[in-house]
Structures are given as structure tokens and as C-alpha cells.
């Protein structure tokens, strides 16, 4: 049984282009969250998606959006780099089960490079 | 902001012995927190989750212990090992309007010297 999935592993892009980052949850979860960790810190929450939804977002710019497929995969996509957004992309899936949610098991990440 | 916080940002042991790592955590409508274990390079991985209708919940080698009265949480990782050694996270899940988030503080670096 696969984890989490995350593609690609690194990328390089520079600064005013989009790029676009895509997770696949582990089998039997439903809902995908994304997170930005720079170096040396801890994962910052971007935003939760449920049933195809955004549900739930953190401190992050509009250049910073997303999408959930009908089979739970999410893509991430970020317009117009800065060099700030220089960072390991992580997702985080997880299961709702009585109105609670459980696990949130990672990826391995995206690096992302702007140069 | 509200964050979840560690006491230590480093913490050396020698192999076998016992370790604890402690957090602070600032929420206290917070219901469920998760310690992560994260190698350079990885994802965080999973370790022990516990909601906050527990005190204690034991896995194999670990312990994490809830305090809601000073808002405190623990990892205990007993017979401690080289390939312990790793930067771990506590979290804390926050609710909103319609889903969730976890709030993470910035990491205490185990290392553990044979």
C-alpha cells in the first residue's frame, strides 16, 4: 500500500513563472492539506482540501492555489515565483471519520528552487 | 499568532538511554496533536497521535503524554537509538470555519551518539 506520493521530486524554476505541484493521497483518505517549509523551520499550512473543496487556508497569498480531483489527488499551483518561495512542498493527507479528523500522514516533499 | 512551541531546539543522548521532548502549546480549544519525526531531506513521518480526551498513549518504543492544565505535551522514546536521531515536531490541530489545520513549532534536533 503507497503513501503519500508527491511529484516532482525537485524543480527549478525562476522568479515570475507558475509551477505546479501535484500529490497523491495513501489509499483510504480523503482529504489533502499542503504545506511550505523553509529551511532550518517548521511546515507552514497553505491550505485543506475536502471533497473537492478548499475548506480551510492559511496566511498565504492568492498566487497560491489549488485543486482536488474526484480521486483525492491535489495539485498545487503557484503563479507568478518569488524568490521566497524557494521551499520543500509538502502534503499531508488524512481521513475524516465522525466528524473528527485522523492521521495526516505526509509525502516526501517537493523542493522547490527559484532562482 | 498562536503557535505550538518547543522547550529545547537540541537535545544529545547517549544509546539506550530514555528521551523527552517537550512542547508548549498556546491553544487550549486545541483537541488533537501529533508528534512528527522528520530526516534531513524527508517528509515528516508520523509517530503517535493523542486527542485531548486522553492524558497518555503509549506506541512501540514511545510515549506521548498530554497535560491540558498547562498545556503541555510530551514524546518519550524509550532504549533511544542512532536512527532516532532526527528533528521532531509537535503539532497542533486547529479548528476553522470548515476544515483543519496544523500548527507547527520550530523542531527540537535529537542526536544520539553510540
Known amino acids: 500500500d503507497a503513501g503519500v506520493t508527491q511529484s516532482p521530486t525537485h524543480l527549478i524554476k525562476t522568479r515570475g513563472q507558475q509551477v505546479t505541484l501535484r500529490c497523491s493521497p495513501k489509499?483510504?483518505?480523503?482529504?489533502v492539506s499542503w504545506y511550505q517549509q523553509a529551511l532550518g523551520q517548521g511546515p507552514q499550512f497553505i491550505f485543506q482540501y475536502y471533497e473537492e473543496e478548499e475548506r480551510q487556508r492559511g496566511n498565504f497569498p492568492d498566487r497560491f492555489s489549488g485543486h482536488q480531483f474526484p480521486n483525492y489527488s491535489s495539485e498545487l499551483n503557484v503563479n507568478a515565483l518569488l524568490l521566497g518561495d524557494s521551499a520543500l512542498y509538502l502534503c499531508?493527507?488524512?481521513?475524516?471519520?465522525?466528524?473528527?479528523?485522523?492521521?495526516?500522514?505526509f509525502g516526501p516533499g517537493t523542493r522547490l528552487t527559484v532562482t | 499568532g498562536e503557535s505550538v512551541g518547543l522547550h529545547l531546539p537540541t537535545l544529545s543522548v547517549q544509546e539506550g538511554d530514555n528521551s523527552i521532548i517537550n512542547c508548549a502549546y498556546s491553544?487550549?480549544?486545541?483537541?488533537?496533536f501529533i508528534w512528527y519525526k522528520q530526516e534531513s531531506g524527508k517528509g515528516p513521518q508520523f509517530i503517535i497521535d493523542i486527542r485531548s480526551n486522553m492524558d497518555k498513549r503509549q506506541g512501540q518504543r514511545v510515549t506521548v503524554l498530554l497535560n491540558k492544565t498547562v498545556k503541555h505535551l510530551s514524546l518519550q522514546i524509550a532504549a533511544t537509538q542512532p536512527g532516532d536521531s532526527a528533528v521532531y515536531f509537535c503539532?497542533?490541530?486547529?479548528?476553522?470555519?470548515?476544515?483543519?489545520?496544523?500548527?507547527f513549532g520550530k523542531g527540537t534536533t535529537l542526536s544520539v551518539s553510540s
Open positions: 499531508a493527507s488524512s481521513f475524516w471519520a465522525s466528524g473528527n479528523l485522523y492521521e495526516q500522514y
Open positions: 503539532a497542533e490541530n486547529i479548528w476553522g470555519q470548515a476544515g483543519t489545520a496544523l500548527i
Open positions: 491553544n487550549s480549544a486545541s483537541d488533537y
Open positions: 489509499s483510504g483518505h480523503d482529504t
